[in-house]
C-alpha cells in the first residue's frame, strides 16, 4: 500500500472526485479524508508500477499504470501525489518530469540560488518559506510542546526518582498488582529508564496537544517498536468489501488495508510472543470500518491492555489529574539519598516482590528497631573479623562495618521520619 495526497489546488475538498475516480477504476484503495490541506488516500501500487484493481468479475487486474491513474486526477483538477521511489518513477513520462521539474524551477528557483551561493547564510533565504521578520519572531512559537505521558512497566518507585531529576519535572506513581504506571509531562528527549529485563516490557503512551498519540514498546531483548493506535481510524475503503464475488479478492483487499501501517510486523519484531495479545492490539490500531476499536482514547486503552496491564490501572493512568505517590525533581545528591533510604524494596521488579528476599526487605522495613538490631549485630561481626589474623577475615569484616555504618544511618533516619 502506497500512501498518497490528493490537492485539489484550490483548497476545495477533494474527496468526492477521489473516491469517485478510484470506484470507477475499481481501485483497492482506501480513503481517511480531507483535513482542510489535502487528502490521504492509500493506494495499492506493485513494483513495476501497476495500480491494483478488478476486473468486472472481481478478479484481480494490473493494466492501469500509477501514470495513468495520475493522469485520471488531472483530467479533473486533482494533483496526485504517490511517494513511490526513484526507481518507479521511471514510470512516468519525460514530459510529466519537466512538467514537474519546470514549476519547481519557477517558484522556488531563486532560493535555490542562494543556496549554491556559500556566500549568503541561512537567514537570507527568505524566498524558501522563510519570513523576512524571522529573525524578530516570538521564540516561544518555535519552543516544543509539552506531552504527557504514561509508563507502564514491572518497575519499582525507584525509575520514577532517577525520571522526575532527569526531565525536571513531576512524577506520579501508581501500582495495581505486578504492573506500575509512572505519569508526567514533558518537552524533552527521553529513554524509559529500566533496571533490565525483568522490568519490561515497558509501555509508554506519549499524548502530544496536537497530532497524532504513539505509544512505544521496549521488549524484554531491549527491542522497541512504535506504534500510531489512531492513523489509520479513519481509513475506510473506497469499494465494498462485502460485496466482492470473488472470496479471494475480498480477502487481499481486507488484509491490504488492515496490513497497512505495518502494526502485525513491528509486534512480531519484539517477539513477545504469549506476553502480548497480538489481536487484541491490532484490534486496536485497525481502521474503524474494518472492526477495530471506535474511539481515540479507547483505542490508545485496548492497546495497553493487549499486553496484560490491568484496566484499573489504565485508567488511573490516564486520569491527568488522578492520585499517585509524588516524586519531585530534588537535585542528583537528594535523588541518590532517596534511592539508598527507599532501599531494596523499591528496586525490586514488582514480579519479583513476593521472593524471600523482597520479604524480608519489607518485614524489616516495617520494623526499623529489628533492622537497627540486625545491623547493629553486623556490626560487631565486622569489628570481630577484622581484628583475626587471617587477611581475607579482615578485608571482610572491614566490608561489614561499613555497610553496618550506612544500615544504621539509613533505620535511624527511617526512626525520625515514622
Known amino acids: 500500500m502506497t500512501y498518497a495526497s490528493v490537492d485539489s489546488g484550490d483548497g476545495s475538498d477533494p474527496s468526492a472526485d477521489t473516491e469517485r475516480i478510484l470506484r470507477d477504476q475499481r481501485v483497492l484503495a482506501a480513503v481517511r479524508g480531507f483535513d482542510g490541506d489535502e487528502m490521504t488516500v492509500l493506494i495499492p501500487v506493485t513494483e513495476s508500477g501497476a495500480v491494483v484493481a478488478l476486473d468486472d468479475g472481481d478478479r484481480l487486474r494490473f493494466d492501469l499504470s500509477a501514470s495513468e491513474l495520475g493522469g485520471l486526477f488531472a483530467d479533473q483538477g486533482l494533483a496526485l501525489q504517490l511517494g513511490l521511489t526513484d526507481d518507479e518513477f521511471d514510470e512516468f513520462d519525460e514530459e510529466a518530469l519537466e512538467a514537474v521539474d519546470a514549476e519547481l524551477e519557477q517558484e522556488y528557483g531563486e532560493a535555490f540560488e542562494h543556496l549554491d551561493d556559500p556566500a549568503d547564510s541561512p537567514h537570507e533565504l527568505t524566498g524558501f518559506g522563510m519570513p523576512e521578520d524571522a529573525d524578530d519572531a516570538d521564540g516561544d512559537l518555535f519552543a516544543p510542546e509539552p506531552v504527557r505521558v504514561v509508563?507502564?512497566?514491572?518497575?519499582?518507585?525507584?525509575?520514577?526518582?532517577?525520571?522526575?531529576?532527569?526531565?525536571?519535572?513531576?512524577?506520579?506513581?501508581?501500582?495495581?498488582?505486578?504492573?506500575?504506571?509512572y505519569r508526567y509531562r514533558t518537552d524533552r528527549a527521553r529513554g524509559a529508564v529500566t533496571g533490565g529485563s525483568d522490568d519490561a516490557p515497558v509501555i509508554?503512551?506519549?499524548?502530544?496537544?496536537?497530532?497524532?498519540?504513539?505509544?512505544?514498546?521496549?521488549?524484554?531483548?531491549?527491542?522497541?517498536?512504535?506504534?500510531w493506535p489512531n492513523a489509520e481510524r479513519l481509513t475506510r475503503p473506497v469499494l465494498d468489501i462485502d460485496a466482492i464475488t470473488v472470496p479471494e479478492s475480498a480477502a487481499l483487499y481486507r488484509r491490504m488495508l488492515s496490513e497497512a501501517d505495518g502494526a502485525r510486523d513491528d509486534l512480531t519484531a519484539l517477539g513477545m510472543g504469549q506476553a502480548v495479545d497480538a489481536e487484541a492490539a491490532l484490534q486496536a490500531c485497525l481502521p474503524e470500518a474494518l472492526g477495530g476499536i471506535a474511539g481515540e482514547d479507547a483505542r490508545l486503552r485496548a492497546f495497553v491492555a493487549a499486553f496484560g496491564v490491568p484496566v484499573s490501572?489504565?485508567?488511573?493512568?490516564?486520569?491527568?489529574?488522578?492520585?499517585?505517590?509524588?516524586?519531585?525533581?530534588?537535585?542528583?545528591?537528594?535523588?541518590?539519598?532517596?534511592?539508598?533510604?527507599?532501599?531494596?524494596?523499591?528496586?525490586?521488579?514488582?514480579?519479583?516482590?513476593?521472593?524471600?528476599?523482597?520479604?524480608?526487605?519489607?518485614?524489616?522495613?516495617?520494623?526499623?528497631?529489628?533492622?537497627?538490631?540486625?545491623?547493629?549485630?553486623?556490626?560487631?561481626?565486622?569489628?570481630?573479623?577484622?581484628?583475626?589474623?587471617?587477611?581475607?577475615?579482615?578485608?571482610?569484616?572491614?566490608?561489614?562495618?561499613?555497610?553496618?555504618?550506612?544500615?544504621?544511618v539509613i533505620w535511624t533516619i527511617r526512626m525520625r521520619r515514622r
Open 151 to 181: 509508563e507502564f512497566s514491572r518497575r519499582g518507585p525507584w525509575a520514577a526518582r532517577v525520571t522526575a531529576q532527569l526531565l525536571d519535572t513531576e512524577v506520579a506513581y501508581l501500582e495495581a498488582g505486578t504492573w506500575s504506571a
Open 204 to 227: 509508554e503512551v506519549n499524548i502530544p496537544q496536537h497530532g497524532e498519540p504513539w505509544v512505544e514498546v521496549t521488549g524484554e531483548h531491549g527491542l522497541a517498536a512504535g506504534f
Open 313 to 408: 490501572l489504565i485508567d488511573a493512568g490516564f486520569d491527568e489529574n488522578g492520585a499517585g505517590r509524588r516524586f519531585a525533581p530534588r537535585g542528583w545528591a537528594r535523588t541518590a539519598g532517596d534511592l539508598l533510604l527507599g532501599g531494596i524494596i523499591e528496586t525490586i521488579p514488582l514480579t519479583r516482590r513476593d521472593r524471600p528476599v523482597a520479604r524480608i526487605a519489607r518485614f524489616l522495613r516495617k520494623r526499623p528497631v529489628v533492622g537497627a538490631a540486625v545491623s547493629t549485630a553486623e556490626l560487631a561481626a565486622g569489628v570481630a573479623l577484622s581484628g583475626g589474623r587471617s587477611r581475607l577475615g579482615r578485608g571482610i569484616g572491614i566490608l561489614l562495618i561499613i555497610d553496618a555504618i550506612a544500615d544504621l
